[in-house]
């Protein structure tokens, strides 16, 4: 990977030769370009993807009492919805019907 040496930005391959958007360009040889720029993707492709639903949540789950249908399973997380040095924020999803409240602790 190479920077632009007039503004400082990365040099993308197009068509032979590395370009800046402030109009630099510069030429290297088909090696230099499959050595630098030439990325693989994912060579097992029998790799399984796990999709879930509503039915299949992959989040740490609690006993709660649901305020809207009373069920007794929720899902919990964590996020940190102010700056570093405050709290994070637990939120809570009933399993049964999906209201999400922020917890009280």
Request: net charge neutral.
């Amino acid at each position: 990977m190479e920077f632009c040496p007039n503004c400082g930005s990365m040099l993308m391959p197009d068509n032979g030769k590395i370009k800046c958007r402030c109009g630099y360009t510069k030429s290297l040889t088909e090696n230099d370009l499959e050595e630098q720029y030439k990325f693989e993707g994912e060579k097992n492709k029998d790799l399984e993807v796990i999709v879930t639903d509503n039915n299949n949540v992959a989040l740490p789950t609690t006993r709660i009492t649901c305020y809207k249908c009373g069920g007794t399973k929720g899902y919990w997380w964590t996020v940190q919805t102010r700056s570093a040095d405050e709290a994070p924020t637990n939120f809570i999803r009933c399993a049964k019907c999906g209201n999400t409240w922020r917890s009280s602790n």
